[in-house]
């Protein structure tokens, strides 16, 4: 089998939601995305639908350049790349595409993000937020980093993990590949 990588995104765009999350986490990232490729063109997470409205929410494919990030130019992130065999990422790309062709079916989850602050797991069928997502996907494809149920993993607890191999920190758009493909 060949190593293959999987890259994880933790950012921070700075809005006023985020900030929010951030006076009570007291951690520097509050949002999680799972990107297949060194480049993040293919990156996913349960996020805003629409850039302008933090309340209309669900599962997204996140485009940096058009996407909800555009509009947050001074976006910090945290980078990260985890190895995979061939069988772990093709069972996630398999996953991912239960989540795409059924887009329109999930939710994301506000009353989990209450959950965790709270320490008691709130989950239903349909609906995740960012870092529950990103959580459900690995363990789904056989790829177990907490002992603790993905309606309670948070961004920080990624920035945790000995799996993940930290690749870049500080602005998006200063990101090399990002910045290229701005060009």
């Given amino acids: 089998m060949s190593e293959q990588h999987v890259y994880i995104v933790l950012s921070d765009t700075g809005t006023l939601f985020t900030n ?3 006076t009570y986490t007291r951690a520097p990232y509050n949002h ?3 990107s297949f490729d060194s480049e993040l063109t293919e990156m996913y997470s349960f996020g805003r639908k629409n850039p302008r ?3 209309h929410g669900g599962f997204v ?5 058009t996407g909800t990030y555009s509009y947050y130019p001074e976006t910090t992130c945290v ?3 985890m190895k995979v065999t061939d069988r772990e990422k093709e069972k996630m790309k398999r996953i991912l595409n239960v989540f795409i062709r059924k887009n329109d079916k999930f939710l994301y989850n506000f009353l989990g993000v209450v959950g965790v602050s709270v320490q008691e797991p709130i989950e239903f069928s349909n609906s995740y937020f960012c870092s529950q997502f990103v959580a459900e996907v690995l363990k789904r494809s056989g790829i177990h980093l907490w002992d603790k149920l993905p309606a309670m993993v948070t961004p920080e ?3 945790k993990s000995d799996r993940l191999d930290l690749i870049y920190e500080g602005k998006l758009f200063d990101f090399e590949p ?3 493909s701005k060009r």
């Fill in 20 to 22: 929010l999350i951030k």
């Fill in 32 to 34: 999680a995305s799972i």
């Fill in 53 to 55: 409205n933090p309340l």
């Fill in 61 to 65: 494919k996140e485009d940096v350049l």
């Fill in 79 to 81: 980078i990260y790349k």
């Fill in 157 to 159: 607890d990624f920035r």
């Fill in 178 to 180: 990002v910045k290229r």
